[in-house]
């Protein structure tokens, strides 16, 4: 073995594993009582799960995992070893996390967030008003990395409108989503689009690259069905948006000049800078508009009186750390407003951390390249390897009731498979997006869709079919896969 394939010391003894293989149902095990805890937890704490006892599932998942390698003689070093490993490989993407959190905050105080918000919401009218809402949701979800907040705030004021129009809430609201995951997918912003390259093995900015060939045709689609719908359904009143835009104006300086923040970063990832050099350069323009376009409101954040060096700095320094709100006069918009910096990053952090510690012992223990071997014996084909990952994560949105567990736990467990199979990563992490992140929305008893039909006043039933971009996404991933389009191969590509 050469000096430069030659395994790390605390991993010369990996041969355990390979001398003593675990059975199928050993290796299952360990998934199977952390999908029924998680499951329970879900249920009992609601969206409060994902506030540590979630996490902490994950850590009795890996006991659980840790114990059945005791019983098949695998050393505890060897096994923290591997969790070791896991969690030093998504160095990369905490780090990236905790940019992104920066971004958000300055990108809020200088009005870029604000800005893309404004010009989004004056391309209002009758006739385009669904397809108009798909893509002002979109711009705002982008914008803010967040469908949560999205919905929250502008999807509540354009559900209002579109019951003043005389249109269907079902439909507003089937639109309003729409718009507000396609944009969450395709964030670098967004919590979960960080998360999937990081369980996936893969990379931020080459995953969105990536996912642009089966998102773009979806919202296609999606934009089409809506403005077909739009010239043929009987709306009445206008779409009055005056308020909304009035108290925008009133609270920040809204200018074409923002954008340029926003164009310097998306050139920097074409021309394929480090992504955290991009999202750090982007943080600090960012900050330098604030304090030139938005004065009183760094000073505001700063707690000063007047702008000087301490109230900038201590204001944009709190805009990047913590939690930073921007009051205004209309209260739906406060919630639109407002930023958790690189503190909101946090707790994606401590749950990516503690998936690893499972998937880490998982490893150790020879369970995961176990379950690998069955995949790929009982998928056969490329195809049925994609099927099948969209069928666990669909599972796990309906029984676990979570969307990061619906990308943590089939990411965790497929990756070895996508790897044995010659595919790159940004294939898992695709697929995880596609059919885990989008369609939590669609489950009633799911965190998402039970926030979404409570945050709107519509229920799931009601929007499920105008949800088209939730729904589609996970076919248009499986046709791709079905017709072997875009299935980016490994480099060097490895026999199974």
Same mark, same amino acid.
């Given at each position: 073995?050469?000096?430069?394939?030659?395994?790390?010391?605390?991993?010369?003894?990996?041969?355990?594993?390979?001398?003593?293989?675990?059975?199928?149902?050993?290796?299952?095990?360990?998934?199977?009582?952390?999908?029924?805890?998680?499951?329970?937890?879900?249920?009992?704490?609601?969206?409060?799960?994902?506030?540590?006892?979630?996490?902490?599932?994950?850590?009795?998942?890996?006991?659980?995992?840790?114990?059945?390698?005791?019983?098949?003689?695998?050393?505890?070093?060897?096994?923290?070893?591997?969790?070791?490993?896991?969690?030093?490989?998504?160095?990369?993407?905490?780090?990236?996390?905790?940019?992104? &959190?920066?971004?958000?905050? %300055?990108?809020?105080?200088? /009005? *870029?967030?604000?800005?893309? +918000?404004?010009?989004? #919401?004056? =391309?209002?009218?009758?006739?385009?008003?669904?397809?108009?809402?798909?893509?002002?949701?979109?711009?705002?979800?982008?914008?803010? &990395?967040?469908?949560?907040? %999205?919905?929250?705030?502008? /999807? *509540?004021?354009?559900?209002? +409108?579109?019951?003043? #129009?005389? =249109?269907?809430?079902?439909?507003?609201?089937?639109?309003?989503?729409?718009?507000?995951?396609?944009?969450?997918?395709?964030?670098?912003?967004?919590?979960?689009?960080?998360?999937?390259?990081?369980?996936?093995?893969?990379?931020?900015?080459?995953?969105?690259?990536?996912?642009?060939?089966?998102?773009?045709?979806?919202?296609?689609?999606?934009?089409?069905?809506?403005?077909?719908?739009?010239?043929?359904?009987?709306?009445?009143?206008?779409?009055?948006?005056?308020?909304?835009?009035?108290?925008?104006?009133?609270?920040?300086?809204?200018?074409?000049?923002?954008?340029?923040?926003?164009?310097?970063?998306?050139?920097?990832?074409?021309?394929?800078?480090?992504?955290?050099?991009?999202?750090?350069?982007?943080?600090?323009?960012?900050?330098?508009?604030?304090?030139?376009?938005?004065?009183?409101?760094?000073?505001?954040?700063?707690?000063?009186?007047?702008?000087?060096?301490?109230?900038?700095?201590?204001?944009?320094?709190?805009?990047?750390?913590?939690?930073?709100?921007?009051?205004?006069?209309?209260?739906?918009?406060?919630?639109?407003?407002?930023?958790?910096?690189?503190?909101?990053?946090?707790?994606?952090?401590?749950?990516?951390?503690?998936?690893?510690?499972?998937?880490?012992?998982?490893?150790?223990?020879?369970?995961?390249?176990?379950?690998?071997?069955?995949?790929?014996?009982?998928?056969?084909?490329?195809?049925?390897?994609?099927?099948?990952?969209?069928?666990?994560?669909?599972?796990?949105?309906?029984?676990?009731?979570?969307?990061?567990?619906?990308?943590?736990?089939?990411?965790?467990?497929?990756?070895?498979?996508?790897?044995?199979?010659?595919?790159?990563?940004?294939?898992?992490?695709?697929?995880?997006?596609?059919?885990?992140?989008?369609?939590?929305?669609?489950?009633?008893?799911?965190?998402?869709?039970?926030?979404?039909?409570?945050?709107?006043?519509?229920?799931?039933?009601?929007?499920?079919?105008?949800?088209?971009?939730?729904?589609?996404?996970?076919?248009?991933?499986?046709?791709?896969?079905?017709?072997?389009?875009?299935?980016?191969?490994?480099?060097?590509?490895?026999?199974?």
């Amino acid at each position: 073995m050469s000096e430069k394939t030659k395994k790390p010391k605390y991993r010369e003894n990996e041969q355990i594993i390979e001398n003593k293989e675990l059975n199928i149902w050993e290796a299952l095990l360990p998934v199977f009582v952390l999908v029924g805890m998680l499951a329970y937890n879900v249920y009992v704490f609601g969206d409060d799960a994902l506030s540590g006892s979630n996490q902490f599932i994950l850590l009795l998942g890996g006991a659980v995992a840790a114990i059945v390698g005791f019983l098949n003689k695998v050393s505890y070093k060897q096994m923290i070893a591997e969790v070791a490993e896991n969690v030093r490989s998504t160095t990369g993407a905490l780090l990236i996390l905790l940019m992104v &959190g920066a971004l958000s905050g %300055t990108w809020l105080v200088s /009005g *870029i967030i604000p800005a893309m +918000i404004y010009y989004g #919401l004056q =391309i209002l009218n009758p006739t385009i008003f669904l397809a108009a809402c798909v893509i002002i949701c979109a711009i705002i979800s982008i914008a803010t &990395g967040s469908s949560w907040t %999205t919905a929250a705030t502008v /999807g *509540i004021a354009l559900v209002g +409108i579109g019951e003043a #129009l005389g =249109i269907s809430l079902g439909m507003t609201a089937g639109a309003v989503l729409s718009g507000a995951y396609f944009g969450d997918k395709l964030s670098p912003l967004s919590d979960t689009t960080n998360l999937a390259p990081a369980m996936a093995g893969g990379e931020l900015f080459s995953h969105i690259k990536y996912m642009t060939w089966t998102t773009i045709p979806t919202i296609s689609v999606t934009l089409i069905v809506f403005i077909i719908l739009g010239f043929t359904i009987d709306t009445s009143g206008v779409a009055d948006t005056d308020a909304i835009l009035s108290t925008i104006d009133n609270t920040f300086n809204i200018n074409g000049w923002l954008f340029l923040v926003p164009i310097a970063v998306i050139f920097m990832i074409v021309k394929k800078a480090p992504p955290l050099l991009a999202l750090l350069i982007g943080t600090l323009l960012g900050a330098v508009f604030a304090l030139v376009f938005q004065p009183e409101i760094i000073t505001t954040i700063g707690g000063g009186t007047s702008l000087d060096f301490e109230s900038s700095y201590k204001g944009i320094l709190n805009a990047i750390t913590i939690n930073t709100s921007i009051e205004t006069s209309d209260p739906a918009l406060n919630d639109l407003f407002s930023s958790k910096g690189m503190s909101g990053m946090l707790g994606t952090i401590w749950l990516i951390v503690c998936a690893m510690v499972f998937g880490g012992i998982m490893d150790g223990i020879g369970a995961l390249e176990r379950i690998t071997k069955s995949l790929l014996v009982m998928a056969k084909t490329t195809f049925g390897l994609f099927a099948s990952t969209v069928g666990s994560c669909l599972a796990l949105n309906v029984t676990a009731s979570d969307q990061y567990l619906a990308i943590v736990v089939p990411g965790k467990m497929f990756s070895k498979a996508y790897e044995e199979r010659g595919l790159a990563p940004e294939n898992l992490s695709r697929t995880l997006e596609d059919s885990g992140t989008v369609t939590s929305v669609l489950v009633p008893w799911n965190t998402c869709g039970a926030y979404h039909s409570g945050v709107l006043g519509v229920s799931v039933a009601e929007y499920f079919v105008y949800a088209i971009f939730n729904w589609l996404s996970p076919i248009m991933t499986l046709l791709f896969a079905a017709l072997g389009i875009k299935l980016k191969q490994l480099t060097n590509k490895i026999e199974a």
